[in-house]
């Protein structure tokens, strides 16, 4: 059976970028087909300026939201990344194996870098070795099949050098995994800058959407998003950036195709329209469920406990096997 990995970071609250890009297929499709692990990635948060009673919390409340978004922990392992300890174990051995060229080349590294040095902060060494400890959360289970946006697909790839190149020096030891992406809605935009993704650690509060808001406060960001000028509804991700947005999340929450959509609308605003009020359908159940989960804590840390423990069993073995094959 294929087994697949994919991991969540909680540095901000859960986005429908996350969720369009990302959940909802978890919940769809790869834990019906798949043996699936789905992981809290607490340790990444910790590679920016953080607050720990944040990052706590913020943990909490993503497994919260996976749980509530459908993923049943009787189908697919759900847990969080510092429960395991060979997440962290497996990752020095990779370091040795990645290089300092390697890890610089990141463009995620290289925007996240400048951003804290725009902050006045430091860089941490945490951040640039973020994609080697990806890695092993990744090899670690011997993943076949990673599913992540678009903004990921560079980390993985990474991950399948990684996993190449230890194989042929020291044996093999890893299964070379693959990213998979979503057909529609891979790289979801901010509504106020449609030229760069709708990130959860992002501080532009009004061009989000967040799993959590309220749909009078989905509505109001949906009709204040960025468009252009024009008038006609036309779908260019080049020229139109904030109108093929729109047509994107509307055809990911209505199913269907961005292109076709056009046809439908004679203005800006009545698509806006349209597109708040199916986000507003797409995120109803799963607030609701979440809210019947934040009033059973013990449900969560049970599904947690049991999920870390299902983890470790499965990871332990092929670290066990990489510290052997690397010489110690
Ligand atoms: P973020 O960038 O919001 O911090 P993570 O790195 O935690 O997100 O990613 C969790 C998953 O959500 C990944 O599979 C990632 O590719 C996906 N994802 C994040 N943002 C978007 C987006 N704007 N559009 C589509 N997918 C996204």
Sequence with gaps: MTRVFSGIK??????LGNYLGALRRWVEVDQHRSEALFCIVDLHALTVDHDPARVRRLTRQAATLLLAAGLDPERCTVFVQSHVDEHTRLSYL???VATDGEMRRMIQYKEKAAREQRRGGSVRLSLLTYPVL???DILAYGADEVPVGDDQAQHVELT???AVRFNQRYGHTFVVPKATRPKVAARVMNLQEPTSKMG???DSGPGIVYLLDEPETVRKKIMRAVTD????VVYDREERPGVANLLEILAACRGGDPEDLCGAYASYGALKKDTA??????LRPVQARHRELCADPAYVDAVLRAGAERARKMARPTVDAAYRAIGL
């Design 277 to 282: 009020e199916a986000v507003i359908e797409v």
């Design 160 to 162: 399948r050098d990684l």
């Design 10 to 15: 909680p540095t901000g609250h859960l986005t």
């Design 200 to 202: 959860k650690s992002d």
């Design 134 to 136: 990806m890695a092993a």
């Design 229 to 232: 000028s024009g008038r006609d």
């Design 94 to 96: 990779l370091e040795c």
